[in-house]
């Protein structure tokens, strides 16, 4: 499914073909990707609610290598964001700085995780079948499912990195409070560490509302998609994704932008399932680590971006949460006609030589 992470990262991607003609996008290089299922039996949820078995999708790269003690000492977690896979972190933008030879996380030297969490991608979700009626999740249940997954699942007993993009951004602060020995390194993408309010409720609310007013949406029970309620989140997704600068520079006249932001809102609808997309959001609600971030122990560098809506970069809370993290380096990349708004947090170019550094000075 293209989520609104996905969306996000196409909508700046790649100009319509009424914009002014630039370069040939490179092609995707074929990385040497494993797949594989792990199933989490009688899993209870912060909900009370309970699943006989859930099923969690993942797709690695390289090889773990282990230790004098036999322990694997080279795994990487990347935790995608709201409606997003594993997947997306295939995309050029971020492998082909990232997982190449001599790069920060050369496959030769780490074992890449990419897990698709609850709700998203390969693992369970709503449009599997229940429905309405699937278990409510949050981020906390993410983050133990993906633990059972790196510990049950791949026999993992400590991370030398986790990160992650947007909702992966706000899992890696809950990461650090949930299990502070278990990452060496933390880096989040595009997120603030606090609870989801404000605007930032505000517009996530507005797509859920939009989707269960649509009246083909039946209580979640429809025998088609409704479209009505899906083109009004899709129409949010691409709002509070943009970046001015950006889209200005791609798009610089009329007919260019309308027939762009169409084609993004048709293939975005395309793709998506309604109650899946509910879940989705409504998952953030229990989010809120700000009270705990003396739990954080780990070497963090967290990154947002000048020209991100959602993350605004007049917020204080960076500046307040520093001052009890003091493992903790905060970066504001610049706002440009490069970056790519809440998305920049998927372009590594922007915050390679950042990770380069959090994985020096991180190293034991």
Same mark, same amino acid.
């Given at each position: 499914?293209?989520?609104?992470?996905?969306?996000?990262?196409?909508?700046?991607?790649?100009?319509?073909?009424?914009?002014?003609?630039?370069?040939?996008?490179?092609?995707?290089?074929?990385?040497?990707?494993?797949?594989?299922?792990?199933?989490?039996?009688?899993?209870?949820?912060?909900?009370?609610?309970?699943?006989?078995?859930? #099923?969690?999708?993942? @797709?690695?790269?390289?090889?773990?290598?282990?230790?004098?003690?036999?322990?694997?000492?080279?795994?990487?977690?990347?935790?995608?964001?709201?409606?997003?896979?594993?997947? !997306?972190?295939?995309?050029?933008?971020?492998?082909?700085?990232?997982?190449?030879?001599?790069?920060?996380?050369?496959?030769?030297?780490?074992?890449?995780?990419?897990? +698709?969490?609850?709700?998203?991608?390969?693992?369970?979700?709503?449009?599997?079948?229940?429905?309405?009626?699937?278990?409510?999740?949050?981020?906390?249940? /993410?983050?133990?499912?993906?633990?059972?997954?790196?510990? %049950?699942?791949?026999?993992?007993?400590?991370?030398?990195?986790?990160?992650?993009?947007?909702?992966?951004? /706000? !899992?890696?602060?809950?990461?650090?409070?949930? &299990?502070?020995?278990?990452?060496?390194?933390?880096?989040?993408?595009?997120?603030?560490?606090?609870?989801?309010?404000?605007?930032?409720?505000?517009?996530?609310?507005?797509?859920?509302?939009?989707?269960?007013? %649509?009246?083909?949406?039946?209580?979640?029970? &429809? @025998?088609?998609?409704?479209?009505?309620?899906?083109?009004?989140?899709?129409?949010?997704? @691409?709002?509070?994704?943009?970046?001015?600068?950006?889209?200005?520079?791609?798009?610089?006249?009329?007919?260019?932008?309308?027939?762009?932001?169409?084609?993004?809102?048709?293939?975005?609808?395309?793709?998506?399932?309604?109650?899946?997309?509910?879940? !989705?959001?409504?998952?953030?609600?229990?989010?809120?680590?700000?009270?705990?971030?003396?739990?954080?122990?780990?070497?963090?560098?967290?990154?947002?971006?000048? +020209?991100?809506?959602?993350?605004? #970069?007049?917020?204080?809370?960076?500046?307040?949460?520093?001052?009890?993290?003091?493992?903790?380096?905060? #970066?504001?990349?610049?706002?440009?006609?490069?970056?790519?708004?809440?998305?920049?947090?998927?372009?590594?170019?922007?915050?390679?030589? %950042?990770?380069?550094?959090?994985?020096?000075?991180?190293? #034991?």
């Amino acid at each position: 499914m293209i989520s609104l992470a996905l969306a996000m990262l196409a909508l700046q991607a790649t100009p319509a073909a009424a914009a002014p003609a630039g370069p040939a996008p490179a092609a995707a290089t074929k990385w040497p990707t494993r797949e594989g299922d792990f199933t989490v039996r009688n899993f209870r949820f912060r909900s009370g609610e309970t699943l006989p078995e859930v #099923r969690l999708h993942y @797709t690695t790269l390289g090889s773990p290598h282990r230790n004098a003690q036999g322990e694997i000492d080279n795994a990487v977690m990347v935790i995608h964001g709201t409606g997003g896979s594993g997947k !997306q972190f295939l995309r050029p933008q971020f492998a082909d700085e990232l997982y190449g030879p001599g790069q920060p996380l050369d496959i030769k030297r780490y074992f890449i995780i990419l897990p +698709d969490n609850v709700g998203h991608g390969g693992s369970s979700k709503p449009s599997d079948g229940l429905r309405m009626k699937f278990p409510h999740y949050d981020y906390d249940d /993410m983050v133990e499912l993906q633990h059972r997954l790196l510990t %049950d699942g791949l026999g993992i007993k400590r991370m030398r990195l986790i990160m992650g993009t947007s909702m992966g951004c /706000m !899992q890696s602060f809950v990461w650090g409070e949930m &299990y502070p020995d278990f990452p060496q390194a933390l880096l989040p993408l595009a997120c603030e560490p606090v609870e989801i309010a404000g605007l930032n409720r505000m517009w996530r609310q507005l797509i859920v509302d939009g989707i269960e007013s %649509d009246p083909a949406w039946m209580n979640g029970n &429809y @025998t088609s998609q409704p479209i009505q309620g899906l083109r009004t989140a899709a129409s949010i997704s @691409t709002i509070v994704g943009g970046a001015p600068l950006n889209l200005q520079k791609l798009y610089p006249d009329k007919d260019a932008a309308i027939a762009y932001v169409r084609e993004r809102v048709e293939a975005d609808i395309a793709s998506r399932d309604a109650n899946d997309m509910i879940y !989705q959001f409504e998952s953030s609600k229990t989010y809120n680590p700000w009270p705990d971030l003396e739990k954080i122990k780990a070497p963090m560098t967290w990154i947002n971006s000048a +020209d991100d809506f959602i993350n605004p #970069r007049n917020f204080t809370f960076p500046q307040e949460a520093l001052k009890r993290m003091p493992n903790t380096r905060f #970066r504001l990349i610049p706002e440009s006609t490069e970056t790519h708004g809440h998305g920049t947090h998927s372009w590594a170019k922007f915050w390679k030589q %950042d990770l380069i550094d959090l994985l020096a000075r991180s190293e #034991r």
